[in-house]
């Protein structure tokens, strides 16, 4: 319809243009085939133009409303001329030559164009029935010109003799007229006749036959008559019947269609009684369907978890569940209205009741989140979520508002402790002492803290790099590095790694890994790196420590019998012998008393150093302890180049050592060992030993190599040991004596307790045998307790005034428990302390000066009496004399033996007597066995003497005694 008003409105506006420029450029000019068309004056032409317009643009209403404005005008000022009688000059536009033709339009022409001008105007203002009344009223007036043209009657196109409508003008009139009939399709004769009802179906077959019928019979009519058929009556009258059976005919054909429409009007309206009564039923059904629902709903309501409000459009509580009663802490009628308003926590209520009131004006739904504070006190966190209500009928009014709260304090609860640990997390992250990182499961580096870029170093990329580019690659000898951590690598792990730095510093680091839980899965890791360099050095130098010895760095036992145990091993693949040299220092315990354990110290490291000097590339030079080395030489094919290493060492060991502005010189005893790839390391290392104190034993500053003859003497050792053991136990120890007399009255004075085993499988063993590896195991505190105790018995026996005897041992002496061991004793004997004499020998001594000089204190307060023995065979006998008090002195049996025959021997008994009597101390003369030695002694005014000339030992304290 649209398209169809703008092609006429486009035909009618065009048609104008063209009759306007026709106008200017002269009639004369026109062609003659067009001529007839000049009866359209100028200010017509123009009003078709203005309203051809006005209807393109109807949607532009101020557009149209100025066009309308100005047809309307037109028309209006044309009629105001033909009713004034005056002319006012609207005809006559500027430069158009009339040639004698009027100028004005006709009346009829000037009322349709008001009438368009003003259906126009109307439009503006959407009156759609005034703008379509119009243009018919338009539409009307041309269709009765057109009817004058047709049927010859002037007086239809002419107004009281006025200029006549033209018939080009009716015709363009009618196309305006319609064009502005058809903009509005949804009213007017056009909705009829587009009406798919009743309406639609009489006016469509009926408008036809109204239109056209009267003017194609009034055309025959006339026709008729002029043509001389039949006169003006019998026309009428043919009219009239044509009609009436038109008339009928249409009536007919309208009754047959009410009678359908009746037809299906009551169709129509049984089927509505039918769907009435069906919708009845279905309302009846649905209305108890619906209060089973609201019943349901009810129930719901107030035992749902939530709680649940009807609220009014104002946004007053209307009606509330249990659960919103609870978390408010309000009853029903505090809460109605506005007086939930008093539940809100006061930090939460200004800013909630703004926003409320805000939301219920614009009728939009709310959601927030506030504290309730019960009158008790308790805050309850909720979140609050409401929807408007609108009525049934689809109104958009707001009729009020249906609210949900639900209980979140919980929730808030937990938020709070989250982020409170995320807080505490992230303190920890930035200021941990550790180099924490979070790394993504594919290994990069999403976040660092300032201690890890610290340890990887300020030109090395950490965040958005993968992981591992922080590290070194793990190497063999890392044993605790551990391999790469990726998206399937295992957590919880612990490992030491090496971090790769651009600036070159080792750092060590402990990496712990453990996984970022995200809900059931592992959403990354969390890297921890502490830094270790320190303790891994301290590590190295435990370790090193561990195997070597501090003051040399020389290897210590433990790694001499690591290498010892691979040399052997190496020597049984390849065939070969290993030889160890045990190597003890002689002399260095004079070294070290006399010069300082400083200088002990420096000779050690001196030692050391030329061990190594003259040692093979592959030799081990070790120290086990002491003033104890031990070299390996593995790969040895003859015990000849080993005598040759061992030469050597003695050789460079023999060499002085200066340190500072002192100078000491130490000798080696050197114990030699073969072993083959079967042999123990332990066993090899023990045969060196045994080597060595034999070599001891045989004058020091030489080697000994261990042969079979070594080994059955370490084996008798062995034995010996083992039996010793339990010979106290068994009652083995016995007790033999030997008199000591007066040289001067000849008579006993005293006897000498001296210790004797009697081995079943072998009888009696002399103390030589046994007694050194009594004190070397440990035995001799047993062995000396026995022999105290038997001595001190026996000599309650004696003759008053008699004494015993007693051998300490050095190790015996320095005992803690040693004093009270001889107040046992003499308690138990009943013997007074004054026969109680103890001999101990110059080491003892020597010895007990650091470590036993109370024990020494405690046997003078006793009353014992303190014998050194074998006086002069030690070297420091002078000096520490005057350290303890002692009664008596021993002169070993080595410088009786040749006292006939030598002068030295002589002169050093008689400097011993010498200073023994300045120093008011008896003496002793050991080993006597001629007349001449007794004479001798006497002669030098030896007061006491023992030995094979008075008696030889014997089981009893009171032996005969020989005075030749």
Known sequence: MRIASLTGAAVAGALGVVLLIGWYVGIGSIPATIIGLWAIKPMTALGFVLVSTAVTMLERRRVALVLGLAV??????TLAEFIFGTPLGIDELAGIDFDGHPARMAPATAVSLLLLGASVIASRFARASVMLGLAFGTLTISLIAILGYAYGVSSLYSVGGFT?????????????????????????LIALLRDPGSAGHLLRPVIPVLFLGPFVLGLLDLAGRRLGWYDTVFGVAILIAVMTVLGSGLAWIAARRLRTLDRQRDAAMQALAEANHTLEETVDARTRQLAETADTLHTLIKIAPVG???????????????????LSGLTKTQSRRDGWVAAMHPDDADRVRQEWHQYVAAGEAYETTLRFRTPSGQVNWVQVSTSPMTDATGATDVVGHLASVTDVTALRVAQHAASAASARFEAAFASSPLGT?????????VEANKRLFDLAGSLTPVVNQPIESMFSPASAGDAAASAT???????????????????????????SIAEIQEGEQAGGFLYQLEDITARRLAEARVEHLAFHDPLTNLPNRLLLLDRLNQALLQASRRGTGVAVLFIDLDRFKFVNDSLGHHAGDAVLMQVGIRLRQHAGATDTVSRIGGDEFVVICPDVGRSGDVNKIAEAFQKAISEPIQFGDQVAAVDASIGIAFGLGHDDAESLLRNADQAMYLAKGRGRARYEVFDDDLRYRV????????ALREAVALGEIETWYQPIVDLQEQRVVATEALARWRRPERGLVAPGEFIAIAEEVGLIKGIGATVLGQACHAATALERGMAVSVNVSARQFVQDDFGAVVKRALKDSGLAPDQLWLE???SAVLEAIDSAARTFQELRAMGVRLAIDDFGTGYSSFTHLRAFTVDLLKIDLSFIRDLERSEHDRAIVEGILRLADSLNLDVVAEGIETTSQRDLLQAMGCRYGQGYLFSKPTPSASPAVVFA
């Open 164 to 188: 006549s409508m033209a018939l080009p003008s009716a015709l363009g009139l009618v196309i305006l007229s319609v064009s502005i009939l058809l903009q509005r399709p949804a009213n007017g």
């Open 485 to 511: 951590v990726g998206v399937d690598g295992p957590t919880g792990r612990r490992m030491d790694r090496r971090m790769r730095r651009d600036d070159g510093e080792e750092t060590w680091v402990k990496v």
């Open 715 to 722: 084996h008798q050792r062995l034995d010996t040991e083992l």
């Open 308 to 326: 649940i409000v009807q609220l009014d459009a104002a946004g007053g509580i209307i009606s509330a569940n249990d659960v919103w009663l609870e």
């Open 72 to 77: 309307a005008l037109i028309g209006a000022l």
């Open 437 to 445: 990182a979070i790394v993504s499961l594919d290994g990069t580096v």
């Open 840 to 842: 101990l020998t110059e």
